[in-house]
């Protein structure tokens, strides 16, 4: 069963970020991904990096993806708007930083430095850019949030930074190699250093 996010509530303050999520994925690693709450992350960041999502020609919807370095945890956060209400969407970290062709082609595979099988995030084996399904809320909205050790914001093997980020019209099944069959893009957006 895909791991559905949605999370109910985000709480920004200066010093502490409190994400509350049901049924979210947080950390990598135990119990196959699935954590009730991504708990406080206190202090600032040690490097961030954002991606603006565009939709693909037909598609008329936008959002954000950030990911913030706290040691070694990245913290994924993610908001779209203009989706199909109560829908699950693949969501996957590529390659590459190209968003130019309408199958995804040009963002080439799910970002692997590890030379890992597709897979479920937080058990086992997986590529570093698989990522938590999403699931949109009654009004076509997605707010996500995820942690992992598997990527990287600031320089080495890992980094996200030149790569880009695609949200797929299908949820991954986390088993067909290489991507999951989570079919083609519904949107992308570069990954770039804050």
Do not use: W
Not at 36 to 64: C, H, M, W, Y
Not at 100 to 120: L, V, Y
């Amino acid at each position: 069963m895909p791991v559905r996010c949605s999370v109910l509530a985000l709480a920004f303050a200066t010093a502490t970020v409190a994400v509350l999520a049901s049924g979210c994925a947080s950390t990598q690693g135990g119990n196959d991904g699935n954590v009730s709450v991504v708990n406080q992350v206190a202090g600032r960041p040690d490097a961030t990096a954002v991606a603006q999502i565009e939709g693909t020609p037909g598609n008329f919807l936008g959002g954000k993806v950030s990911f913030a370095q706290f040691g070694s945890v990245v913290v994924v956060r993610a908001s779209f708007q203009g989706l199909p209400s109560n829908t699950t969407f693949g969501l996957h970290v590529h390659e590459r930083a190209n968003c130019s062709s309408t199958d995804g082609s040009a963002a080439g595979g799910h970002f692997n430095p590890g030379g890992a099988p597709h897979g479920r995030p937080g058990s086992g084996a997986h590529h570093a850019g698989d990522l938590p399904n999403v699931q949109s809320l009654g009004e076509g909205a997605v707010f996500y949030a995820f942690e992992t050790r598997a990527l990287s914001v600031s320089d080495g093997p890992t980094s996200v930074i030149g790569r880009s980020v695609i949200l797929s019209r299908l949820p991954d099944d986390y088993q067909t190699q290489p991507d999951g069959k989570s079919g083609p893009p519904l949107a992308c957006g570069i990954i770039r250093l804050t």
